[in-house]
């Protein structure tokens, strides 16, 4: 009997220490002084910051796509809106990056909200008066716009980039794939059941299929989801078009034309009914999907553009062309 109980109490301990290397971040930030805000329920989250050493004009929240951001993702964004007097925070969501948190599980996504929310809070003492903008970017993009419905007069205006509302045929699972979720979905839902990255050689976009794979071999990306975060995430993307209607805020709407992810006849219902007149909406003839549509954009996001947000009514619809600079 006591040698029972001492396998039972090791198996125990075995995957007590199994959890807890999950819900630890692979490997530490190489900041000296890494930035830190604790959730409700006292998980330690990483954010980045790109604060103006000018007067700070604004203050610009990322919320990323889902599986978390590589080390430079959004550089280049926060270097060019610092200069221009903004401070750009990028947090870690729960459970990816440098952040804590069960990899690839949550037990209700709204946590995952409320940290956002909380996260608002915290900046807007800190920076008392400043405009505040969301900045979405793919499953970014869906919560930015359910955060934008719920904070309200909070934000100041919202930039989404291929905001995640329908996927594209292409990217879907087979039928047989699907029975293979709808069984984990009702049995095993906090198995991590989906595999995100796919497979990167099937990307036809060049540096998509380039980001796919270098996101496939970073740590700090988490690549497989329970049924029950991916679940959590669909009900958010689901609202996308209809919390639209509920933001009187000035849009900023950027997306690629040959994005595989995402069906864009999404982006252009939410475009359509976005509640304030102040909108306006660029297509990137070679934008695809990734960070890189990202830096593609840069051009259009400056300090004029994302000023203009606030002062001009204005809708306009641009198609993009060559001229748009891709920023290295």
């Not at 930039?159 to 995640?164: E, G, Q, T």
Request: aromatic share 12%; with cysteine.
């Amino acid at each position: 009997m006591g040698k029972y109980l001492v396998i039972f109490i090791s198996l125990m301990l075995f995957a007590w220490s199994f959890s807890q290397l999950m819900v630890k971040p692979p490997f530490s930030p190489k900041e000296r002084d890494p930035h830190y805000f604790l959730s409700r329920d006292g998980l330690r989250l990483y954010y980045k910051e790109f604060v103006s050493k000018k007067e700070i004009r604004g203050i610009v929240i990322v919320t990323p796509g889902i599986g978390g951001i590589r080390e430079g993702d959004y550089n280049k964004l926060g270097e060019l809106l610092s200069g221009e007097g903004f401070a750009l925070y990028i947090l870690h969501p729960r459970g990816t990056g440098y952040s804590e948190g069960k990899r690839g599980d949550i037990s209700d996504f709204d946590l995952l909200l409320k940290d956002f929310r909380d996260f608002v809070k915290k900046l807007e003492e800190k920076h008392p008066k400043k405009p505040l903008f969301l900045f979405g970017h793919s499953l970014g993009g869906a919560i930015a716009i359910q955060l934008g419905a719920d904070l309200g007069r909070e934000i100041a205006g919202v930039i989404l980039i291929n905001p995640a509302y329908r996927y594209s045929k292409r990217s879907g699972p087979s039928f047989w794939t699907y029975i293979y979720y709808a069984f984990n979905y009702i049995f095993r839902p906090s198995a991590l059941t989906v595999d995100m990255k796919g497979d990167p050689r099937k990307i036809r976009h060049p540096e998509d299929r380039k980001e796919a794979i270098a996101r496939a071999k970073d740590p700090l990306i988490v690549k497989k989801f329970s049924m029950r975060y991916l679940t959590g995430a669909r009900k958010i993307m689901d609202k996308s078009a209809e919390n639209a209607k509920l933001i009187k805020k000035p849009l900023l709407l950027i997306y690629g034309a040959q994005d595989e992810i995402i069906d864009h006849s999404g982006s252009e219902e939410i475009f359509k009914n976005w509640k304030c007149s102040n909108k306006k909406k660029v297509i990137l003839k070679e934008g695809g999907h990734g960070i890189h549509t990202v830096n593609m954009s840069l051009t259009i996001i400056g300090k004029s553009q994302l000023l203009r947000l606030c002062q001009k009514p204005k809708v306009k619809t641009i198609l993009s062309k060559k001229s748009f600079k891709y920023m290295r």
